[in-house]
């Protein structure tokens, strides 16, 4: 001991040193818990981002099925009105035809 310094001193000294150590290693863990956080983050955004990509991808598939489906349809409906009207469509084969 120097000439002032109590053994209480010395020991209050030390603790101080010794919280300031574990302030310092504290704030390490807790800067690495959040870089791993992070990087957790970042993984789940890219797969969600992934996985809207091949939604959207599929949203769209469904649209073009969804107009061909619709345009067959009413290529159906106009069928069926000339066939109701007693007009045959251009691409069918004329009763005339079909005896022969």
Do not use: C, W, Y
């Not at 000339?82 to 035809?97: F, T, V, Y």
Request: net charge negative.
């Amino acid at each position: 001991m120097s000439g002032g310094d109590s053994a209480l001193d010395l020991a209050a000294r030390r603790l101080e040193q010794a919280v300031h150590v574990l302030e310092q290693r504290l704030a390490h863990r807790l800067k690495t818990a959040g870089d791993a956080a992070g990087g957790l983050f970042d993984q789940d955004r890219a797969q969600l981002a992934a996985q809207l990509d091949e939604a959207r991808a599929r949203e769209k598939e469904l649209e073009a099925a969804g107009a061909e489906a619709s345009a067959a349809l009413g290529r159906a409906i106009q069928e069926i009105r000339e066939a109701l009207n007693g007009s045959a469509p251009s691409s069918a084969i004329s009763p005339s035809a079909a005896e022969h």
